[in-house]
């Protein structure tokens, strides 16, 4: 099992910024991928960006592509998401969320452990 723990949403102003943490415990961090997704009010939960174990690899949605930047600290078994530019339209709770192995998906049902979630709302 490993339990993940969001934090760092909150309201901020278009084109401002803010850093989401996904703090981890329980089984080993580090053999796991983290994934960042996202769910905007009435719409389906959608993939932001993942990276695998190691943090040599990468992958973002084209949405968030060029703004958002996803890392991890393994010593502290947290992930983060840096997200700048912000617009409204990512407005949205976030979750993190985590499967085991090396390689990376954009599919929510390939992710076995979640977050409960942190709101970020941008204002325009």
């Known amino acids: 099992q490993v339990q993940l723990v969001e934090s760092g949403g909150g309201l901020v102003q278009a084109g401002g910024s803010l850093r989401l943490s996904c703090s981890a415990s329980?089984?080993?961090?580090?053999?796991?991928?983290m994934g960042w997704f996202r769910q905007a009010s009435g719409k389906e939960r959608e993939f932001v960006a993942a990276?695998?174990?190691?943090?040599?690899?990468?992958y973002y949605a084209d949405a968030v592509k060029g703004r958002f930047t996803i890392s991890r600290d393994n010593a502290k078994n947290t992930v983060y998401l840096q997200m700048n530019s912000l617009k409204p339209e990512d407005t949205a709770v976030y979750y993190c969320?985590?499967?085991?192995?090396?390689?990376?998906?954009?599919?929510?049902?390939?992710?076995?452990?979640w977050g409960q979630g942190t709101q970020v709302t941008v204002s325009s």
């Open positions: 969320a985590a499967r085991f192995g090396s390689t990376w998906s954009t599919y929510n049902y390939n992710y076995a452990y």
């Open positions: 329980g089984r080993t961090f580090t053999h796991h991928t």
């Open positions: 990276i695998i174990w190691s943090g040599g690899s990468t």
